[in-house]
């Protein structure tokens, strides 16, 4: 069955340092990988998406992220951590077009971000 | 363009008593997505739908909950008779579903956060 890991429930990093939040799925196919963030009381935004193509995708708020197909690895990767980035963070992994395309999401990292 | 929209936000029902969760997609998507988002979980998948029809329901509870999305008007989440294990945040996405893409990205309403007390 498809499933996706986060295997970090809570994280804590000082502002200014890098970050790295781990996903790991399992998926038969094709994965289409994705990560949202959550702040608190609000819906999910997509920091960025991997269909194909070049393994390091570029997503938004200075956030990037590595497909690693043999270690089946989709994780996000910050160099600088602003106090503003503090939210949940969800790895998901999608089912392609020729299914119905629904969302499997890992169970979610919290990011606390020390001044 | 507006976003996806959700109402009401917050919902408070009495065990016992309906939910009706609503989702207007975004201008354009004809598909919507449901997830459930229990405390201290991530989202799980309940439902997807294409105007007037269901597609894949394989994450809906078997009894109480039901959806819809009528040709015309929101996609509408039910949940009958509710009870405390209910209570948990209710996120709708929306997709455009365009023909030839490898994958239809969901765009995400700020959710209904449901308490049954």
């Known amino acids: 069955a498809q499933s996706v890991t986060q295997p970090d429930i809570h994280i804590t990093v000082s502002e200014g340092a890098s970050l790295e939040l781990r996903c790991n799925y399992s998926?038969?196919?094709?994965?289409?990988l994705f990560w949202y963030v959550q702040s608190p009381g609000q819906g999910l935004q997509l920091l960025l998406k991997?269909?194909?193509?070049?393994?390091l995708v570029q997503g938004i708020k200075g956030f990037e992220a590595e497909f690693k197909r043999s270690q089946s690895s989709f994780n996000l990767r910050k160099p600088s951590v602003h106090w503003s980035d503090a939210a949940e963070y969800f790895c998901?992994?999608?089912?392609?077009?020729?299914?119905?395309?629904?969302?499997?999401f890992g169970q979610g990292t919290t990011l606390q971000v020390k001044p | 363009n507006a976003g996806v929209m959700q109402n009401p936000r917050h919902l408070v029902r009495r065990r016992g008593q309906e939910a009706r969760l609503r989702c207007s997609p975004m201008?354009?998507?004809?598909?919507v997505y449901w997830y459930r988002q229990l405390p201290e979980e991530g989202l799980k998948f309940m439902v997807y739908?294409?105007?007037?029809?269901?597609?894949?329901e394989s994450g809906m509870p078997k009894e109480r909950f039901s959806a819809e999305f009528p040709k015309e008007g929101p996609s509408i989440l039910r949940i009958q008779q509710v009870v405390r294990g209910d209570s948990a945040a209710y996120f709708c996405?929306?997709?455009?579903?365009?023909?030839?893409?490898?994958?239809?990205?969901?765009?995400f309403g700020p959710g209904t956060r449901l308490t049954v007390l």
């Open positions: 996405a929306s997709s455009p579903r365009l023909a030839g893409a490898v994958y239809n990205e969901q765009f």
């Open positions: 998926y038969g196919a094709t994965p289409y």
């Open positions: 991997y269909f194909s193509g070049d393994t």
């Open positions: 998901a992994v999608g089912h392609g077009s020729s299914n119905t395309g629904k969302l499997i």
């Open positions: 201008k354009g998507h004809s598909h």
């Open positions: 739908l294409q105007k007037e029809n269901i597609i894949d």
